[in-house]
């Protein structure tokens, strides 16, 4: 399956998404969505999931959760906006990933691009960055991968451009 990830869209979504995503089964947008239009644009360009922000108000937070437990290709996945940083996650997330030992966490908030395996929990956290114009990051980004027989694969890091270009 083929995935397009982005956060932190602060009510902007990035008319090149539409291209960069236009081969993804699902995009998933791991909070600070910002304006229902973001959502409304991302349905035009495949079905995706999402989970609310920190910044959204309350009729995406009543249209999202929280955190989005799912398994795609026998990878369980949490998504959700505020974890932290492998492997302190903050400890709300640390009681789930204590509690269902996800192997893909994938989150958003800090507007930082990141990467890596969290060996302590045996799981590969994500974080795509920021794809909208608000925050302190220099470079809009997002992210694509497949995954497929229980692993991530041809993971890309996708730059959309400077912030407030």
Not at 50 to 71: K, T
Not at 130 to 142: D, E, P, V, Y
């Amino acid at each position: 399956m083929k995935i397009g990830l982005l956060s932190d869209t602060h009510g902007f979504l990035d008319p090149t998404l539409s291209t960069h995503f236009s081969a993804c089964d699902e995009i998933w947008h791991a909070g600070d969505i910002g304006d229902p239009a973001v959502t409304d644009g991302l349905r035009k360009i495949t079905s995706f999931r999402a989970v609310h922000g920190n910044i959204d108000d309350p009729s995406l937070r009543n249209s999202f959760l929280e955190d989005l437990w799912f398994e795609c290709e026998g990878v369980l996945v949490l998504l959700t906006h505020i974890a932290g940083k492998p492997p302190c996650y903050n400890p709300r997330v640390r009681k789930l990933v204590n509690a269902k030992h996800p192997h893909l966490l994938i989150c958003g908030h800090s507007h930082i691009l990141q990467v890596k395996k969290d060996e302590v929990n045996n799981l590969l956290f994500i974080n795509p960055g920021a794809a909208g114009q608000q925050g302190f990051h220099t470079l809009r980004t997002a992210i694509r991968m497949e995954i497929a027989s229980g692993a991530v694969r041809k993971l890309e890091v996708i730059e959309l451009g400077k912030r407030g270009v």
